[in-house]
C-alpha cells in the first residue's frame, strides 16, 4: 500500500468557506462613506457658525419687530447662502448612509431607499425657502424699511408678511422632510446588521421629533412650542447623523 507523500496530502485538505454573514454582508463603499463623514461634521459647522451670524434677537413670528432687526442686516443674503451650503452637506451625508443602508435585504434595505428619496426633497424644499427667506423676505423688508409714506408702509408690510408666511410654510415642510427621512433610516439601522442598533433609535426619536415640529410649525409658525419640539429632534439627529455615518465607515475598514 503505497503512501502520499506529506506535501501531496496537504493539498487535499479543502479551503476554509465564508461563512453566511461574509457571504450575505452587502458590499460597502468606504470611499462614500468617508465623503459621508466629512459632509456631515462640515455641514453641521456652517449650519451652526450661521446660526450665530443669523439675527436672532427678534421673536420670529412678531414679524414687525423681526423685520426692523433684518432690515438692519448687511450680511442676510450671505448667511442664508451659507445655511443651505450646510444643509446640501448634511443631504449629502444622509444620501451616503441610505445609499449603503440600501444594500441590506428586506425591509431595512427598502427604508434606506425611502431615505434616500425624501433626503433629496430635503434639499430641494430647503433650496427654495432659503431662496424665499434670503433674497424675497429681505427685498420686502427693505421696501417696507425704506417706504416714504404710511400708507405705502402699510402695503410693504402686508407684502412681506405674506412673504414670511410662505417661509413659514416651506419650513413645516422641510421640517416635516427631515421626520422623514430621519425616521426611515433609523428604522433601517434597527431592521438590518449594518450599524450600532441604538443609533436607529436615536434616528427614530429624532424623525418623529421633526414630525410633530413640522405640524405645530405649520399650525404656529416660528413659535416657542415649535423649537420646544425641533431643538432636541436636531441635536439627536446630529448624533444620528455622524454616529451613523462613522459606524458604518469602521464596518467598512473591517
Avoid: C
Avoid at 443651505?84 to 435585504?105: C, D, E, K, N, Y
Avoid at 431595512?108 to 430641494?124: K, Y
Avoid at 414670511?164 to 433601517?188: Q, V
Wanted: hydrophobic share 50%.
Amino acid at each position: 500500500m503505497s503512501v502520499q507523500p506529506a506535501s501531496a496530502q496537504s493539498h487535499t485538505v479543502p479551503m476554509a468557506r465564508p461563512g453566511p454573514d461574509q457571504a450575505d454582508a452587502p458590499p460597502v463603499n468606504g470611499s462614500l462613506l468617508t465623503v459621508g463623514v466629512v459632509a456631515a461634521v462640515v455641514g453641521i459647522l456652517v449650519e451652526v457658525a450661521m446660526g450665530f451670524l443669523h439675527p436672532s434677537h427678534a421673536q420670529p413670528n412678531d414679524s414687525a419687530t423681526a423685520f426692523e432687526e433684518y432690515s438692519h442686516s448687511q450680511d442676510w443674503t450671505y448667511v442664508h447662502i451659507g445655511q443651505f451650503a450646510g444643509t446640501l452637506l448634511v443631504v449629502i451625508a444622509l444620501v451616503a448612509i441610505a445609499r449603503t443602508l440600501s444594500g441590506q435585504p428586506g425591509t431595512a434595505g427598502a427604508m434606506a431607499v425611502v431615505g434616500a428619496v425624501t433626503g433629496v426633497l430635503i434639499g430641494a424644499v430647503f433650496a427654495v425657502q432659503m431662496a424665499v427667506d434670503g433674497v424675497a423676505l429681505k427685498g420686502t423688508v427693505d421696501t417696507w424699511a425704506h417706504a416714504s409714506t404710511a400708507t405705502d408702509r402699510s402695503a410693504a408690510f402686508l407684502v412681506a408678511d405674506g412673504v414670511r408666511w410662505i417661509e413659514k410654510a416651506l419650513s413645516s415642510f422641510f421640517h416635516l422632510l427631515n421626520g422623514t427621512t430621519l425616521l426611515a433610516l433609523g428604522l433601517s439601522v434597527l431592521l438590518g446588521q449594518m450599524a450600532r442598533r441604538w443609533l436607529g433609535w436615536v434616528g427614530v426619536v429624532a424623525g418623529i421629533g421633526f414630525l410633530v415640529g413640522g405640524v405645530i410649525t405649520s399650525r404656529t409658525g416660528f413659535s416657542p412650542d415649535a423649537s420646544r419640539i425641533l431643538t432636541p429632534a436636531l441635536l439627536l439627529s446630529a448624533v444620528f447623523l455622524i454616529g451613523t455615518a462613522v459606524s458604518l465607515r469602521r464596518a467598512a475598514r473591517r
